[in-house]
C-alpha cells in the first residue's frame, strides 16, 4: 500500500499555496482513508523590531540595558508569531472540516520545516506541501521551486504531494517512468494502493535514446501498462525520445494530465532519474500537482 495506518502531514504556512495544500490533503485523505496533521513551523529567527539605539550609551549596565530590551522584544514578536499561528490553525481547520475532512489534527513547531519533518518521519505516511510558501520571494514564478521544497523532495522517504497554488481532485495521470527499479516499484505500488483507483493513466518514457534498446524499452512499457491495466487501470502508454522535462511538459497537455508521478530510488540520488534527467528541471519544466515515490 502507498500509505499505512500513519498520518498524512500537511505543511501549511500563511502564504496563498495553504489552500492548495489543504485541498491535497483533503484529498489524499479521502483517497486512503488516512489522518491529516496540518504543521505549522515557526521560524526561530524571527525579525528584530526596532529597537532603542544603546549603542553610544555610556554606563556600567548600558550593554546589560541593551540585552533586556532585545529579549523583551523577541519574546513579545515569538508570542506574536505562536498567537497568530493559532488563530491560522484554527481557520485551517474550520475550513478542512467544511471540506469534508474528520480524522485531523494540528500541531504547531519552532524551527525549520526540513528538521522538523525529520524529527517526524517515522509518523508520517505522506507529506503534502506547496511548490513554495510564504518565505519564496514575491517575484517567483509559478515554475519555480522552492529551495526547502527542492531539498525535502530530495531526503524524505515517504512519498511527497507537491501541490500548486490551487489543487483540484486529479482526472488524469502521467507517470514518469524509466524501468529501472525504483519506477517499477512506483507501478507496483500504484497498482497495489488506492491511491489512484478509477483514473487513467499515461506512463511516459523519454531521454536519449541509447542504441538496441528499443526493444528492451517497449518491454518494459508493456510491463507497465499490463500490470496498471490488470488492477483496473484505464492505461496508456508512450516512448518520446527528447529532453525529458519538455517532453513530461508536452506529452501532459497533450493528454490532459493535472498530476504527474515521479518514481525514485531510496539508495541512488533522486537528483539523478529518468536517464539522468534533473529532477528540479522537471518540476520548473511541469508546474503540475507532483506526487514523488521512494
Known sequence: MLLDDQ???????????SEGVLEGAVWLAGQTATAVEFLHVL????????????????????????LENLSREDASK?????????????R????????????MDTRQRHGTLTSTLKDLADESSAVVMGRYGESTPADNTARDISRTASELVRTLRCPVLLTVR???????VLFAFDGRSATRNA???????????????????SGT????????????????????????????????????????????QTV??????????????????????????????????????R
Not at 92 to 103: F, K, V
Request: proline share 5%.
Open 92 to 103: 485551517l481547520r474550520e475550513h478542512a472540516a467544511s471540506r469534508g475532512l474528520q480524522r
Open 166 to 172: 490551487t489543487f483540484a481532485a486529479p482526472s488524469h
Open 7 to 17: 498520518k498524512i502531514i500537511a505543511c501549511v504556512d500563511q502564504s496563498d499555496h
Open 256 to 293: 490532459g494530465a493535472d498530476l504527474l508521478v515521479m518514481g525514485v530510488s531510496q539508495h541512488h540520488p533522486v537528483r539523478h532519474f529518468l536517464f539522468g534527467s534533473n529532477t528540479n528541471s522537471i518540476l520548473r519544466a511541469n508546474p503540475m500537482a507532483t506526487l514523488v515515490l
Open 43 to 66: 521560524d526561530r529567527h524571527l525579525e528584530t523590531a526596532e529597537s532603542e539605539d544603546l549603542s553610544g550609551a555610556i554606563g556600567f549596565d548600558a550593554q546589560e540595558q541593551l
Open 209 to 252: 535514446p541509447k542504441p538496441r534498446q528499443e526493444r528492451e524499452q517497449k518491454k518494459q512499457l508493456q510491463w507497465a501498462e499490463s500490470v496498471l491495466g490488470e488492477a483496473g487501470f484505464k492505461v496508456t502508454s508512450a516512448y518520446v525520445p527528447g529532453d525529458t522535462p519538455q517532453v513530461i511538459a508536452q506529452q501532459a
Open 187 to 205: 507501478i507496483r505500488t500504484l497498482a497495489a494502493s488506492p491511491l489512484l483507483k478509477g483514473l487513467p493513466v499515461h506512463v511516459l518514457m
Open 78 to 90: 515569538s508570542k506574536m508569531a505562536r498567537e497568530h499561528g493559532r488563530l491560522f490553525l484554527s
